[in-house]
């Protein structure tokens, strides 16, 4: 009996991908249809990461390339703070012990695991929205920075600290994503000084996309992240990517780029409804294929 496609495929995935059973150890995840939430929840501590919700959160979303069901995802923190970056006794301390002890590739093998986090986030089909309340600081920052859209409320703290603990504002993609999303000089201010901005800054210049009242954020963003599952998701997770590999082209490299991206999705079964649709004055209902 001759496999379909759709059986090829389940059977090529890694293992690990089953998120019709998924439970996190080092989150909160919850799901409602084709929309996945991730809650950072350690409230009592401003939600820092440890090495292991670092390593959970990058291998969660290196899966959520095969998941095929989710098409967006909600990224927020528990208790009225988004994430106050690495835990200081958890991270920091295990940190300054490995270069006490001369330990180099340690410290390498943390931040290049930190790095894939980044990587996974970005290279993942989902959009990413990040619902950003209170602290936003040091990797949280850079969490709500990789993410695709970013929602946040005035009372918001966005800092990338990391001048302030002697490290480089170089952290995680920093010097390459920020720039692009508020612009070098700006960047280069908070990536300087380690200071906070807070939201209403933060929407004026561009990090935010919208600001919410602390107690609709979760469902604001989520309900965009339902409104974009329920899109055309096949042509967004395209649209992701070309936003993030055209960054390294040249304009007739992207031109180029694009018109085979586009050529891609208009053999889609998406592109033929929204045609019959438009013909029949009626709004389309798009399955992402």
């Given at each position: 009996m001759?496999?379909?496609m759709?059986e ?5 995935r890694?293992?690990?991908t089953?998120?019709?059973?998924f439970?996190?150890?080092h ?5 409602e249809g ?6 950072l ?5 401003k ?18 390339a095969?998941?095929?069901?989710i098409?967006?995802v ?11 970056g690495?835990?200081v ?10 270069r ?18 980044v990587?996974?986030?970005r290279a993942c ?12 600081a040091?990797?949280g ?24 603990v ?6 995680m ?14 960047a280069?201010?908070l990536?300087y000084?380690?200071?906070?901005m ?17 107690e ?6 989520q309900?965009?992240?339902?409104s974009?599952?329920s899109?055309?998701t ?13 960054w ?11 018109a085979?991206?586009?050529a ?19 709004k ?6």
């Amino acid at each position: 009996m001759t496999e379909t496609m759709t059986e090829t495929g389940q059977r090529l995935r890694p293992a690990g991908t089953d998120f019709d059973n998924f439970t996190a150890r080092h989150f909160h995840w919850t799901r409602e249809g084709r929309v996945a939430t991730i809650t950072l929840n350690r409230p009592e501590r401003k939600n820092p990461l440890t090495f292991e919700s670092y390593a959970e959160l990058r291998d969660t979303f290196r899966a959520l390339a095969y998941a095929d069901a989710i098409k967006a995802v909600v990224l927020a923190g528990a208790g009225g703070n988004f994430c106050s970056g690495g835990d200081v006794h958890d991270i920091i301390a295990p940190l300054v012990a490995m270069r006490r002890a001369g330990d180099t590739a340690g410290l390498l093998a943390f931040t290049r695991m930190t790095g894939d986090l980044v990587k996974a986030l970005r290279a993942c089909p989902q959009l990413v929205i990040a619902a950003v309340d209170g602290v936003c600081a040091g990797a949280g920052a850079i969490l709500a920075m990789a993410a695709d859209l970013r929602l946040a409320t005035a009372r918001s703290k966005v800092a990338f600290l990391f001048v302030r603990v002697g490290l480089a504002g170089a952290d995680m993609g920093a010097c390459n994503i920020l720039p692009r999303i508020i612009g070098a000089g700006r960047a280069a201010e908070l990536l300087y000084t380690g200071r906070s901005m807070d939201g209403i800054e933060a929407e004026r210049w561009g990090f935010a996309n919208r600001l919410c009242e602390p107690e609709n954020l979760l469902g604001d963003a989520q309900a965009m992240a339902k409104s974009l599952a329920s899109g055309p998701t096949f042509a967004n997770a395209m649209t992701k990517r070309c936003l993030h590999q055209e960054w390294s082209m040249g304009v007739d490299e992207a031109i180029e780029a694009e018109a085979q991206a586009q050529a891609i999705c208009m053999q889609t079964r998406d592109f033929e409804r929204a045609y019959r649709s438009f013909v029949g004055k009626e709004k389309p209902a798009f399955e992402g294929d």
